[in-house]
C-alpha cells in the first residue's frame, strides 16, 4: 500500500511539472537516459533589415537599371532595394520591439519614396509582427547628440508636413507579388488630429497579426516582406471630404507650398515581434 501511495506522488509530481512547463511556452527533449528532462524556453531571434526602392523618378514603380549590387547575399530578392544601415537582431524571450527612422528630401507633390521591411525568423517559435507609427511628440525627433531635432515653429512646419503625407503598406509573397487584402493607405493627418480636433499622440498600428514562422517550418516560409510607401499628397486629395476619398483636412495653398523641397525625419516607426502565447 506505501509503494503504491509512493507511486501515485510521484505520477502526480510528474503531471504537474508538465503542466508548468507549458504555461511558459516549452518545449521537452528526454535524453536516452532514464528520469533526465531539458526544459528549452522559446525565444525571438529575428533579424531585420530596412531598405530603401531604386525609384530615379520617384513615381513609385521601382527600377531594376538602377541595381548597384549592394544587398547581403543573403537576401537576393530585393535587387532593386538599397539596404539602409546595417540588419537590426531583435532578441527576447517573449516579445521585442526594434524603432527606425526614415529620412525624406525634397519630396514633392505625387511623387512617392518606397521602403521596405525585411524580417528574418531565425527561432524555433513563430513571431507574430505588428508595425506601429509612434506619434510625433518632439521626444521623439533628435539629432545625433541626442538634443531635439525640432523646436518652436520648425516643430509646427513638422507637423503640418505629416499632415500632408499618406502612406501606403503592402506585405509581398515570395514572388514579390502583394497578398491579396493587404493593400492599406493611410492618411497620417487620421493620426495626428482626433474628431474633436485635439492632439493625438498616441501609438498606430499601421499593420498587424502578420504571422511569420519559425525556422522550423516545413513550409521554408519564416520571413516576411513589409514595404512602406510615402507620399506626399496634393492639395486636392488632402482637402477632398473624407467620404470621397482624400484626407478632409483644411490647409492653404500657401501652407502647403512651403512644406515643398525641404528634408524632414519620418515619425518614428516601431516593429513589434511577439511569440503567440
Not at 244 to 268: D, F, H, N, R
Request: hydrophobic content about 40%; overall charge negative; aromatic content about 8%.
Amino acid at each position: 500500500m506505501i509503494k503504491t501511495k509512493v507511486v501515485l506522488s510521484l505520477i502526480s509530481i510528474i503531471t504537474i511539472v508538465c503542466l508548468l512547463a507549458s504555461a511558459v511556452f516549452a518545449w521537452f527533449v528526454i535524453s536516452d537516459q532514464i528520469n533526465s528532462v531539458s526544459i528549452k524556453i522559446a525565444k525571438i531571434d529575428s533579424l531585420i533589415s530596412l531598405f530603401e526602392g531604386l525609384d530615379f523618378n520617384r513615381d513609385g514603380t521601382l527600377d531594376r537599371g538602377n541595381y548597384l549590387g549592394e544587398d547581403p547575399a543573403s537576401v537576393p530578392r530585393h535587387e532593386m532595394y538599397s539596404i539602409l544601415g546595417s540588419p537590426i537582431p531583435a532578441l527576447s524571450n517573449d516579445e521585442a520591439s526594434i524603432d527606425m527612422n526614415m529620412s525624406i528630401t525634397d519630396l514633392i507633390p505625387t511623387q512617392k519614396f518606397t521602403y521596405k521591411l525585411h524580417i528574418v525568423n531565425n527561432s524555433e517559435a513563430s513571431n507574430i509582427m505588428r508595425l506601429s507609427f509612434i506619434g510625433y511628440v518632439a521626444s521623439y525627433f533628435k539629432n545625433n547628440l541626442g538634443s531635439a531635432l525640432y523646436t518652436g515653429a520648425q516643430f509646427d512646419n513638422f507637423i503640418n508636413y505629416i499632415k500632408a503625407l499618406s502612406i501606403e503598406i503592402k506585405q509581398l509573397d515570395d514572388n514579390g507579388q502583394i497578398i491579396l487584402g493587404s493593400l492599406k493607405k493611410i492618411y497620417l493627418a487620421d493620426l495626428i488630429f482626433t474628431s474633436n480636433g485635439e492632439d493625438r499622440n498616441t501609438e498606430f498600428n499601421l499593420v498587424e497579426n502578420i504571422q511569420i514562422d519559425s525556422m522550423l517550418s516545413s513550409n521554408n516560409d519564416n520571413d516576411a516582406d513589409i514595404v512602406i510607401v510615402v507620399q506626399l499628397e496634393t492639395l486636392e486629395m488632402l482637402t477632398k471630404p473624407k467620404n470621397q476619398g482624400g484626407a478632409g483636412i483644411t490647409m492653404t495653398e500657401q501652407a502647403y507650398q512651403s512644406l515643398q523641397g525641404k528634408q524632414y525625419v519620418l515619425p518614428l516607426l516601431r516593429v513589434y515581434l511577439e511569440i503567440p502565447g
